[in-house]
């Protein structure tokens, strides 16, 4: 019963995800969502006391499946390379590869600026939770960038809070690009343009780092000649 319960709350929240992203929260009723469920009235509010408590639900259960897929991207990245670089671009590769995939479940967009264009609707903690998960966003990649920073000076003065800011940016802007064009490969691309910036800053002093290991290899190699 426990589990068949779980599923039935899973599905309202898929359905309400769904709904959300296409037509905004104010324009979804609970009826939306008995409609594209099939279930009833009396199986929604066992699960949500009404529409302000799904509003809360929803997001932070969205919240938590992009938290999960962040940490399995930092791992998949770490267990790639012990490069900070090489780190970064294979997690901003993963994110690119996953948010221009089409899915069954997820309407193009992003959750949290639907919350923030209607910050009205919902109460203050609903809203601070928007907040928090935005900076939690950025302070993720602050420890990402700062990692590259600390192993490889960049080309131009620029700090690790200033790059994690402005993929933040690019990303919720090309989400809500993607959308209003129509265009699955929207924020990809502009996160393609953010490591081609990347490479930019810190490539070359990537390169001139490994000079000095290139040098005594060759010249081991010579030796052992």
Known sequence: MARRGEDTRNRILVAARSLVMDNG??????????KATNLTKGAF????????????????????????MFERFARDAEAGSDD??????????????????ESDDR????????????????????RDFVADILRQWTSMY???????????PPALPVTARQLAETIVSIIEGGLVLQRAYGDDRM????????????????????AKAAEPRRKTAARKEKAAA
């Not at 602050?142 to 490889?152: A, K």
């Not at 393609?192 to 990537?206: M, V």
């Open 45 to 68: 509010f066992h699960h949500f006391k009404g529409k302000a408590d799904l509003a809360r639900e929803l997001v932070e259960w969205h919240a938590r499946q992009d938290l999960e």
């Open 142 to 152: 602050v420890r990402l960038f700062q990692d590259v920073i600390d192993r490889y």
């Open 187 to 206: 924020t990809s691309r502009q996160s393609e343009q953010f490591r081609n910036y990347l490479a930019l800053l810190f490539d070359q002093s990537r």
């Open 84 to 101: 900070p670089l090489d780190q970064a671009y294979a997690f901003l590769e993963a994110f690119e590869d996953y948010v221009s995939r």
């Open 107 to 126: 309407s193009p967009g992003c959750m949290y600026a639907v919350y923030t264009y209607e910050s009205m609707q919902f109460d203050p903690s609903v």
């Open 25 to 34: 929260f104010s324009a979804t009723s609970i009826d939306d969502i008995l």
